[in-house]
């Protein structure tokens, strides 16, 4: 195989998994060339005219949709670790004999362990998705047969738009949907919010299965995926584990530390000016994440300020936000509780998008650069402020990509981290994995400072007198070492276990092999 | 050119405008080969991070666009009789000498009568659309360039998707949208609703651009036109005139003549069954299809009946059923008052199509054939069931086929018609364009009778013993020819001015040119 240096100076395959693939270039430096990829053209002559496609089981609607050997079959992770369908779908492979699949869902979970022995057996060949835990584990051990490949939300969109990933049987598991195919997350004992995340292999597979343990009569209202793309439908039992789907318990965090990280980052974004009348905001799920909602909130009611939208994940904090009208909308990909649930099932201006509208980079423009602001994670981020999402300092690939990079192109993006971690520095010299290059990151904020980059003058300049304990990223670094001592490296083998792909497509870094 | 007898016994040519067509093969009978229109992939790179995508105005925006000889502008109806914008986009070109333009309109309207001189000058080389008034008569004097072609509204999306029409520029007017290119008809001064004609042109043309006259900051909600697709947006002063864009006063017919049509219509659903719990049903928009559906609710209240759902063209007489719980839903194509603006603005069971759920025939399904009952007009029907609804008896081309074509494919479809109109039989020997084969059309009422297709015995079992006046297609066409005479044929040329296409995409016949 043969390896060149890619634009940010990590060497790469040209080729994966048999297939040529492209060099990071850099960022904005590579443009696609060609057609989208172009579905065949179905005739009504060969769906049934009054709309019923139901099937009586989901190996009747796999047998049907043609499964064979080396097939390309995705799925959704809205229900996250209450997943009940992938392992099915394999579990009918491997009952008919299919061998050589690519499994390429949107994200895999724990819940998906039971998937390892069809990656031994040859059942599936390999998963082309973030991993998180075991098929993690297992794939950082080098343990899979194919080399996986993580793309980011929009990436995966772009990847089954641009026909880089031909998908040939889309199974879409969904709470609410009709016999004719469409489906919604909103309603139903396996709500998952929306359904944003199967859009694309609804519009570009060969077939397309929906499942469901609610079907009602025609029409499923609202449609997230239109039936107009659905070849079968499936009537199930049960396809997800709600409380496993929704936590119902996102909470804000009550470390200290972090509420410090949270308490500094909306500090930072007010002396800043980004939080202004009409501002928009994106922040995650997680403890931190929240948190920082919670301050925005109270800046913004001191202030008399009200935004325009926040970019969910969304929480009952945003949610809170939206019925106390601090901001207009909620611009929605996934729900991460009940209460986003019901949000989006009730107000109109709790809107499902998808990636398509808010991470493509191979359309028209999307939302990502529209925000105004964007608080990320990240495990890992080094001194030229590249940050790395996916593996830990020891090697392994335990993360997904998620919308991380998709997000990077907002107007600023801040990374509150921790400056370390069970006393393993996270700001490094260099990143085990770059996900995001460091030209995209803005501010680095650890409870020890803050590290602006170069790159924002205008930030450093409005921050320099607010009080604020800006410092320069290798301070950082040097601090963490300071403390922790100098981290040393993972033990790596040769072996390319993954690949991590930028937003156009391109290669912008791999894992390898972990071997202790 | 050469000529060929298609499935349905009519000459159709086997070339339109310099391209190789496809005669019609019968119902069903052609099942389409190959893939999808692929637009070519773009890249965030070329344009704007931050989502602001506005130009000075729509001539800048055409420049942009790279307006030349020969191209497809696309534009859509919603606006019907008050659009202000395709005659500015023939005035920019005529401006800047652009010639031999294919307008590629979901429907024209009198209003764009103005354009008569750019298809005199070259400007436009053709129209192929439903040209009402004006264009249409100009169109069968045979005065135009190039041949029109008609499609009905499931067709147009087809024949985009399939590649048969290239899109080079779309121009969507909004009354709503945002600098992003998210666009709405719900909010503004120029409400039409809904924007589902320009669907297929905002997925498929390689340029789009949305005009508005009522930009709001990002994001616009709903959007019915995806900024994603967007390259360019325009705000203009005025792009629509209100009161003709929408009537404000659809009105019940009057006509006792036509009143009898609608209570022996609803009378016939009732005796025959197709009223029943959790029904389907589309009326049109025309007087007579309003009476019907107040018959139908009156029926429906009698019985303690509900229906599921009501496909529109929307009307205060289906938003008033949905309001009052005796639909679950309205399927809504096109609203056609305030009432209808309204209510999907407000309602979520008041739900926005497109041609693409609803009727694109080269789909996997769509929602026609689910409908139980649709209600239909047309010009002349024949004593073979055949009908037709683009020209009038004298041969002028005078009307549009909407989705009437697409209706067809409902489990029941009626035609209420006067027998005669101007003392000319509409129930005729042989229609004088055949725009739907009669094994589609069941049910003919008119008030001398009704003639129910002898493929529908179900239906005849049903009707016999109810006392409504049945007939045969013949007796009824006798009896037209009886208190009319046998009408005399038009006057017309070998000179094709119109194809008249099937829901595949085949031509299913011809409009020639009218010689007085």
Known sequence: MEFVKNAIGKLVPTEINGEQVIPFKGVGKYKPEGKKHAPYIPSNVDFPLDGNKTVSSLKEALIKAGLKDGMTISTH??????????NQI?????ELSVKNLRW???????????????????????IEASMNGPLGKFCSEGKMKGTAVLRSHGGRYQAVQDGEVKIDIAVIGAACADPFGNANGLFGQSTSGLLGFALADSQYADKVIVVTDNMVPFPCIPWQIQGNYVDYTVKMNKIGIPEKIISGTTKITKSPDRLLLAEMTAKFCDVTGIIQEGFSFQTGAGGTSLAVSEYFANIMKKKGIKGRFARGGSNKYLVKMLEEGLIDYILDGQTFDLDGVRSMAENPNHVWTSPFTSYNYH???????ILDVVILGATEVDINFNANVVTHSDGYLLHGIGGWQNCL??????????LFRDRIPVVVDE???????????DVIVTERGIAINPKRKDLIDKAKNSGLPLKTIRELKDEAEKICGKPTKPKLGDKVVAAIK???GTVIDVVRQVLE
């Not at 394999?90 to 491997?94: G, H, M, P, Q």
């Not at 949107?106 to 031994?120: D, G, M, R, T, V």
């Not at 600023?412 to 981290?417: A, D, K, R, W």
């Open 90 to 94: 394999f579990d009918i492979a491997k």
């Open 409 to 418: 192109f907002s107007k600023t993006v801040i990374l509150p981290l921790p």
């Open 363 to 369: 359309s028209k423009g999307n939302f990502a650069g």
């Open 431 to 441: 990143v085990t994995t770059v996900c995001g290059p460091g030209e995209l990151i």
């Open 104 to 126: 390429f869902p949107s994200a895999s979970f724990p819940c998906h362990e039971h998937l390892i022995q069809y990656l031994e057996d040859g059942t599936i060949q390999r």
């Open 502 to 504: 930028w937003v156009d």
């Open 77 to 86: 992770h809205h229900f996250r670790n209450g997943d009940l369908i992938a």
